[in-house]
């Protein structure tokens, strides 16, 4: 299992970008230090609320300057042309991916907001494809030298990328998949899934996780594959001393749900690709018993129950967990990751390694010590056959 560290920058009102950037690139380094495996945020346009990062391929690599080990991936990149060229992608993570010694992923997508949309001037009905062809340019740039691409939206005639990524065959790809058919492109791709974000309850989650197999395998693939099945926590991470402090200090978080999701509605009415967002519609969020334990959109609590929580993705076969930690004081945030890293990440990154009670650990020696004595006597038996032996000799 890995661990993504999520921020979008959300600022609340009062306070300037510049401070809570600041306070981001902190974040970002304790998480570093405590454990978690990668970072990530989104790309979001002219956004009212809930995140700031509109450029995240500047941000990255001022913090993989200040970074040594953790990863970054993309949380996601958009592919309408409107919005990035997928060749300006492919060049952007190359260069991200040789200033960053081979840590930088790539999650890809078509965009989730008409307000980035309608600003863009990106057509809904078109978005898909033009993302579909995006993923297949960008790895013939990678994989290919030369590479040419003839497609509805690119037309590439031969060309070299300069410059080359790092990591073989290239930096891992990802897509963020809410519905059943984009899981299935996904796997029929063999690249990563990133699922979740709609609230609807662990067995959606664990439906498409199992979809992404059932594809993955059915499916052959004429480029290297790079399949991971991730999950995301998009309401928020947060990790207090207790549950009831955990709790009551996410309560915020309820307001952001509703504000992130408020366009989910009105962008199923636009394209039938996005009509699987208007499920969110039914969401209850003022149900906090449903929001925090069923709706698969928190990980709320102390570490104990953080633990239960995330052994939950484990035996469903997840890979990855996408954590969001945002929308709170910059104070609790930095507890939550703190104590998350220190006391989570290590049941299930090196249980070995983390200290037991004395009492646990005495009761498992007292356990033990009958089948211990029991093979010294065994051992004693086998010896004084042994000896009887070579004395007859």
Same mark, same amino acid.
């Given at each position: ?51 700031? @990062? ?38 952007? %993570? ?39 062809? /995006? ?74 996780? #199992? ?71 039914? @969401? ?12 698969? /959109?928190?990980? @709320? ?5 953080? %633990? ?40 299930? #990154? ?44």
């Amino acid at each position: 299992m890995d661990f993504i560290l999520m921020t979008e920058g959300d600022t609340p009102v009062g306070l300037t970008h510049e401070h809570r950037y600041r306070e981001l690139i902190d974040e970002v380094l304790l998480a570093e230090r405590v454990g978690f495996d990668a970072f990530g945020s989104s790309e979001q346009h002219v956004a009212i609320g809930t995140a700031t @990062v509109s450029a995240p391929e500047v941000l990255y690599p001022y913090l993989m300057a200040l970074t040594n080990r953790i990863r970054f991936i993309h949380l996601v990149t958009l592919l309408p042309t409107r919005m990035n060229h997928a060749l300006r992608v492919a060049e952007r %993570i190359a260069t991200e991916d040789i200033l960053s010694h081979g840590r930088v992923e790539l999650g890809t997508g078509r965009g989730n907001t008409t307000l980035a949309l309608r600003a863009f001037e990106v057509d809904p009905t078109e978005n898909k494809a033009q993302w579909r062809e /995006g993923i297949d340019l960008i790895r013939r740039a990678f994989l290919e030298d030369p590479f040419s691409f003839v497609g509805e939206h690119y037309k590439i005639p031969p060309r070299s990328l300069v410059p080359k990524p790092l990591q073989w065959p290239y930096p891992p790809i990802s897509a963020a998949t809410g519905s059943p058919s984009s899981v299935e492109t996904a796997a029929e791709l063999g690249i990563g899934a990133i699922m979740g974000g709609f609230y609807l309850g662990f067995d959606l989650v664990e439906n498409l996780l #199992k979809l992404y197999d059932e594809t993955l395998a059915a499916t052959s693939h004429p480029y290297p594959i790079t399949p991971r099945k991730m999950v995301t926590i998009s309401g928020g991470m947060h990790c207090a001393e207790t549950t009831v402090l955990a709790r009551e200090q996410a309560k915020p978080l309820f307001d952001m749900a509703k504000l992130s999701t408020g366009a989910y509605e009105r962008l199923s009415t636009l394209s039938k690709d996005y009509a699987y967002m208007g499920a969110v519609k039914d @969401v209850d969020f003022d149900d906090e018993e449903y929001m925090f334990e069923r709706s698969q /959109g928190f990980l @709320v609590g102390d570490p104990d129950h953080c %633990i239960e929580h995330v052994q939950r993705y484990v035996d469903m076969g997840v890979d990855a967990l996408v954590l969001r930690v945002d929308s709170l004081p910059h104070d609790q945030l930095l507890r939550s990751i703190e104590l998350f890293g220190k006391y989570v990440i290590p049941r299930f #990154k090196h249980p070995r390694n983390v200290v037991r009670p004395a009492d646990d650990v005495l009761a498992d020696i007292r356990a033990a010590r009958p089948a211990h004595e029991q093979a010294l006597r065994k051992f004693q038996t086998e010896q004084n056959l042994l000896n009887e032996k070579e004395s007859v000799q």
